[in-house]
Each structure stands twice: as C-alpha cells, then as structure tokens.
C-alpha cells in the first residue's frame, strides 16, 4: 500500500520562503510523476505542481515563478520549494503520485502538513 507522509508545514511571515518534504513508501517513486497539492479550509483541492523524469514541471498561475518541485529518487521523496509567501498560501499542503494531466493517482492521501503565512 502507498502511504504518503509530507513534513515541513509551519508558521511563517508573509515574503518568507518555506521548503516542504513528502516520502512516498509502498512503491519506489523512479519513473513515476510526482504532484504538490493544497487545500484551504473551505475551499476544494487545488492542484499546484507536477513533474516527472522525462519531462519539465507544471505549475499553477498562482504559485508559478514561486514554487519549484524537485525529488531526491534515492529518498523516495519530492520536495516543495517555496518562496514569497503569501497569506493566500495559507493550506495544507498534500503529495500524491500522477502527472498534471492525469491528476492524483492515489485516492488515499496523507495526513499533509499545515502551511500558515500571517504577518
């Protein structure tokens, strides 16, 4: 079974930059697109990031130019980085296998991890 466990969510001043981290267990993460994803409260799942091996990233309008996924394949893990945050970055932030096209592989998700930006 996959299990996704991201990390790195916490408290930071709006402009600050925050890099968040997601291990995939269950199934090696090698030639299988990855994707960030986030949730306000009260608001539906958005889409904020995908790449895989053979092709280039894909990013939201809202964060392009802000946000950079990168995996480490040996970890198992994809990353989030982030920067110039904003208050409306305020979610919880989510990883799932798939690619921009396809969406979420997984109907399963983690537990995320709680992204807060207030001044």
């Known amino acids: 079974q996959v299990h996704f466990m991201e990390s790195g969510g916490t408290s930071v001043e709006p402009g600050a930059s925050l890099t968040l981290s997601c291990t995939v267990t269950g199934r090696s993460v090698r030639g299988v697109a990855l994707g960030w994803y986030r949730q306000a409260e009260g608001q539906a799942r958005e889409t904020l990031a995908a790449e895989g091996n053979l092709w280039g990233a894909s990013y939201a309008a809202s964060v392009e130019g802000r946000f950079t996924i990168f995996r480490d394949n040996a970890a198992n893990t994809v990353f989030l980085k982030m920067t110039n945050l904003t208050v409306e970055d305020t979610a919880r932030y989510y990883c799932?296998?798939?690619?921009?096209?396809?969406?979420?592989?997984?109907?399963?998700w983690g537990r995320g991890t709680h992204v807060i930006v207030s001044a």
């Open positions: 799932n296998m798939g690619s921009w096209s396809d969406g979420p592989l997984y109907a399963s």
